[in-house]
């Protein structure tokens, strides 16, 4: 199995590798279905670029997610439906959140996390434009209770850490989705707008009935900055909660990887560069140091080119050295595609010479202009980058 983005996808050659699921849980796509191209532009359409597809030269290659399957489903129909009540009765003074739920819910994902205590983060980013708020608070509570795992913090404050990150952009749900969704620059005026979501989402929490207090906070101080340059209040960093900057880290990188109408995703090496580059300015630096860890830049089934002109999928990453995954070579330096008996592996570890170059969208390199390629070497600073935002 491998990951491809869908716009480079030969029509009706490969199958679906993953079932794709909405935030209800709903069946889209089921795993083994021919991708056709009436498919491929749906989901494209959808806001899904990356998909897993079954390929017999990565057969071999498994994917197995920081959450199962099961569990995402579970929460995400629990943060939809819930959601939905703040959209719907968003004039209303209170609404009946229950806290309950999301208190089961942040315990099943904690449950998982235990089990694999140094997995990486791996979640598989199929997210659209209409579900981003939903699929976006179950991916920074996730990235969220982590970052908690690794600061040692006890089982309570874990629990009051991963409220306050899946409660962290309900204020969104008051906000206009023609603003929160619109294609081009927000004016000024739609910016503002939209920066309320932070004081709005703690007017919704603080009526909230069983909620702790200091994962109310969250949905209001996520957004200030350590340089003191964010919002509502300009705090500092020895002034923002500590739960708001670990959700400040958890936001800005799931934001980074996800594509949005009003611009293109960023590929996990990218985010994670960007995010390491706001360390001590935007985000806490220490917290940016424990997150790196536990990010794989390049996810298992990712394609990519190696400074020795070798092509290959990367199959296994070990804890500790992320940057060093195992490689499935395909393809030799020369750019033959192998046969099959001569497919080799190269772990990167045992050849400290050998980098990742680029990143390959495609299935096939032949298939996709060099120009689309994520080169490796070019000087980040000649490379445009988004705005550090988060959501």
Known sequence: MRIANVKYIPPGLYRLGLNIYDTRGHLLLAKGVLLTQIYLDKLY?????????EDSSTEDINIKETISPETKREVLNIITKEFTKVSSF???????IQTKLFQEAVDSMLEE??????????????KTFDDYTYVHSFNVTVYALVIGMDLYLNEEKLRKLGLGAIFHDIGKMVIPPEILNKEG?????EFELIKTHTTEGYKILKDVPNLPAVSRHVSLSH????????YPKGLTCDQIPLFSRVVAVADVYDALTTRRPYRAKVLPHEALEIVMASAGSHLDFE????????????????????TTG?????????????????IKILYDKKGNKLPPEKIYELDLIKHPSILVKEVILSIDPKDMPQAIYVNMEKNSSQRERPTISGS
């Open 45 to 53: 359409d959808l806001g899904i670029s990356e998909i897993y597809v």
């Open 90 to 96: 968003k004039n209303e003074k209170k609404v009946n």
């Open 113 to 126: 996390l235990r089990t694999n205590k140094s997995a990486l983060l791996t979640l598989i980013n199929l």
């Open 185 to 189: 620059a927000l004016t000024s005026e």
């Open 223 to 230: 957004h200030e900055r350590c340089d003191g340059k964010g």
């Open 287 to 306: 917290l940016v140091k424990i997150f790196e860890k536990r990010i794989a830049p390049y996810p298992i089934g990712t394609t990519v080119k190696l």
């Open 310 to 326: 070798e092509i290959g999928v990367v199959k296994d990453i070990k804890y500790g050295f992320t940057m060093r995954p195992t």
